[in-house]
C-alpha cells in the first residue's frame, strides 16, 4: 500500500479547463406553405472537472499536468440538443492540499493578444462576433452588423456573454483553497464546463445562432501532506526507518548509507492494555532488525540452495548490550524483549500512525537535500521524535541543528517535538553514552517551552529500551487527539456565537425597520 522507489509524488501543478459547451445550429425547416423557419438545437454543456479522495492512494503521481472536460455536442436541426460533455474525475490522496494560483479567461486571453496585435475597435467587434457566433450555411451573404449586434444584446441579456472571469485578488471570487484532510462523501466540483450555445430559434436572425462557451484556465497547485500522528525526525543514517521498522513491522528501506528513505514511509503501531504493541516483525530480545538489501540478498541465496530464510532466523545478540542498558537508567535490564502485542483477548488501547521521513540536512528548510518535500510531509504530524545517533560525536548540537532547521521552516514546529531518542545506544560503552545523554538531557530540559521532554536512549535495531518510547508516543497522540477534539469544539462554539450574533442584528434591525415604517407587522425572522 505505502509505496517505495521513484513513484511518489507530493507537488503538482494542474491546469484544470471545464468542456467548451457545443454550439447551438442555426438550422431551417423548410415549409411548403410559408418560408423556412429556424430549428437549431441548443448545443451540450460542456464536462466539469471534479474532485475525490481516495484513502488508498498515498502519492500524487498518478495525476495529469493538464485537465480538460469534455466539450459539449453540437445542436442540430430538428430542436435537437446536443450532448453534455464528459466529467472528468480527479483522484488525489487523502491530505491533499489544493491551491488555485492561476486563473485566466479564454476571452481574455484573446484580449490581451488582440491588444498586443494592435487591432482597431472594429476590427476586434468583427473577430468577436465570428468568435461567438455561427451563422447559417445557406444564409447567403454575411449577416450584417446589425444582426450581429442585435444578437450580442440578446446574449448579454441573457447572461450569456461570457462575464469576465473574476481575478484571483478579486474578493468576491477568492482563489480556490481545498484541505482535503479527511475522506470526501461526494466529489468537489473544481471547474465548471462551459454553458452550451443557443440555436437560432433564440434569436431574431434566424442566420445566426451561438457558440458554446470555453471556461477559463485554471491552475492548481496540489499538494499533499502525509497525515500520520507520529513523524520521526532525524539526520540521515540515525535510524529512523529501523525504528519505523521496530514499531511497526513496516518493511522500511534500511541501509548503512545516507538518503535510504526517499519518500515519506507510513506504519501503523497498535498498542494494547498491557504496553506491548504489534509489529508483524516478531523480534525476539536482541534480534536485529537487518538492512535490507543484505536481507534481500541472503534470502535469494537461501532460496536457490533451498534453505531456510536467514531473515526468518534469530540473529544474535551483540555483546555489548549489558553495558548500554546500565548506562541509561531509562532502558530496563538485559533481558528486555521486544513484546509481541495481539495476543488473544487483549484489549487495544490505542492506535496510531508513525512516519519515517527522509534524513533532514543542515539548511533543508532552504531546500537543501530533500529539504522541502520532506520538512512538507512532517508538518502535519502533531507529535514529532527527534532522532539521534549516539553514536555521533555530540548529539545535542544535532539536536540544535534539527531543531534550527523546523524552526527555519516554520515558526513554533521545533516546539511541537517532545521527544528525543537516542539511537544506536548498543554501539557506545557506558561513559561515553551516559556523558551524551547527560549533556543531553540538560539541553533538553534547558528552556522553557521545551519542558517535559523525554529523553529516551535505545536501539532500534536490537528492539531495546522501545517499549518505553511506544508507551510515551501512545500519551502523546492520546494527548494531542484530545486537544484536536478541543479545538474543533472551540472552533464550533465560536462559530455558534458568530451566527447568534449575527441573527440577533438581523432581528435588531428588522425591529428598528418595522419601527420606522411605523407598522407592527413588518417584524420577520
Ligand atoms: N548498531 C545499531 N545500528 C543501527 C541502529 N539503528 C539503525 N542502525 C543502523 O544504522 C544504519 C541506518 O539506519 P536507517 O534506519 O536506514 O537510518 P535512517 O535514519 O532511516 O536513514 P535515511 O533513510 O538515510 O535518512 C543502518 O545500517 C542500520 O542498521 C541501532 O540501534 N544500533
Ligand atoms: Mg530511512
Not at 420 to 449: F, H, P, T, Y
Not at 477 to 503: F, L, N, S
Amino acid at each position: 500500500m505505502f509505496r517505495q522507489g521513484n513513484t511518489f509524488v507530493d507537488h503538482i501543478m494542474v491546469t484544470v479547463r471545464g468542456g467548451k459547451g457545443g454550439s447551438g445550429a442555426a438550422a431551417l425547416t423548410a415549409s411548403l406553405r410559408g418560408p423556412s423557419s429556424p430549428s437549431g438545437g441548443n448545443g451540450g454543456p460542456g464536462g466539469s472537472i471534479y474532485l475525490i479522495t481516495s484513502p488508498s492512494l498515498t502519492s500524487l503521481a498518478t495525476l495529469k499536468k493538464r485537465v480538460i472536460g469534455g466539450q459539449g455536442s453540437s445542436g442540430s436541426g430538428s430542436f435537437k440538443h446536443g450532448r453534455r460533455g464528459e466529467d472528468i474525475l480527479i483522484t488525489v490522496p487523502v491530505g491533499t492540499i489544493v491551491r488555485e494560483t492561476h486563473r485566466e479567461g479564454e476571452e481574455e486571453r484573446t484580449i490581451r493578444e488582440e491588444n498586443e496585435m494592435g487591432l482597431d475597435r472594429e476590427e476586434r467587434r468583427k473577430r468577436r462576433w465570428l468568435r461567438w457566433f455561427i451563422t447559417h450555411p445557406s444564409a447567403g451573404g454575411e449577416v450584417s452588423q446589425e444582426e450581429y449586434a442585435e444578437a450580442e444584446t440578446l446574449l448579454r441579456k441573457e447572461g450569456r456573454w461570457v462575464p469576465k472571469v473574476p481575478d484571483l485578488d478579486d474578493p468576491d471570487h477568492p482563489p480556490i483553497y481545498l484541505d482535503l484532510d479527511k475522506k470526501l462523501d461526494r466529489p468537489i466540483l473544481l471547474a465548471t464546463g462551459g454553458l452550451g450555445g443557443l440555436g437560432n430559434p433564440f434569436f431574431t436572425s434566424p442566420r445566426i445562432a451561438s457558440r458554446g462557451i470555453l471556461p477559463p484556465n485554471q491552475t492548481f497547485e496540489f499538494e499533499l501532506k502525509i497525515l500520520s500522528d507520529v513523524g520521526l525526525v532525524g539526520f540521515p543514517n540515525s535510524g529512523k526507518s529501523t525504528l519505523l521498522r521496530a514499531l511497526t513491522g513496516r518493511k522500511a528501506e534500511v541501509a548503512d548509507y545516507e538518503f535510504t528513505t526517499l519518500n515519506p514511509q507510513i506504519g501503523v503501531v497498535r498498542v494494547w492494555e498491557d504496553g506491548k504493541w504489534a509489529g508483524a516483525l516478531d523480534l525476539e530480545g536482541g534480534e536485529a532488525v537487518e538492512e535490507t538489501w543484505r536481507e534481500r540478498e541472503d534470502d535469494e541465496i537461501a532460496r536457490l540452495l533451498g534453505e531456510e530464510l536467514p531473515s526468518m532466523r534469530a540473529k544474535a545478540k551483540p555483546s555489548n548490550l549489558a553495558k548500554v542498558d546500565e548506562a541509561s537508567t531509562e532502558v530496563q535490564d538485559t533481558d528486555v524483549s521486544i513484546p509481541r502485542g495481539g495476543g488473544k483477548g487483549q484489549v487495544e488501547r490505542i492506535r496510531f500512525t508513525l512516519s519515517d521521513n527522509p534524513g533532514l540536512l543542515p539548511l533543508a528548510s532552504q531546500n537543501v537535500g530533500l529539504g522541502h518535500s520532506f520538512l512538507r510531509s512532517i508538518e502535519r504530524s502533531p507529535v514529532l521524535v527527534y532522532v539521534l545517533d549516539l553514536t555521533r560525536p555530540d548529539p545535542s548540537s544535532d539536536l540544535n541543528v534539527l531543531k534550527n532547521e523546523l524552526e527555519e521552516y516554520k515558526e513554533g514546529l521545533s516546539g511541537r517535538a517532545g521527544i528525543v531518542v537516542l539511537n544506536k545506544a548498543d554501539q557506545v560503552d557506558e561513559d561515553e553514552g551516559r556523558k551524551k545523554i547527560d549533556r543531553l538531557k540538560a539541553a533538553a530540559a534547558g528552556e522553557g517551552e521545551d519542558q517535559g521532554v523525554e529523553v529516551i536512549p535505545l536501539s532500534g535495531k536490537y528492539g531495546l529500551g522501545v517499549e518505553r518510547l511506544v508507551d510515551t508516543l501512545a500519551k502523546k497522540v492520546e494527548i494531542a487527539r484530545e486537544e484536536k477534539v478541543k479545538d474543533a469544539q472551540t472552533q464550533e462554539q465560536a462559530k455558534q456565537a458568530k451566527r447568534e450574533q449575527a441573527r440577533a442584528e438581523r432581528l435588531a434591525a428588522a425591529a428598528a425597520e418595522a419601527n420606522r415604517s411605523g407598522s407592527g407587522f413588518g417584524l420577520r425572522r
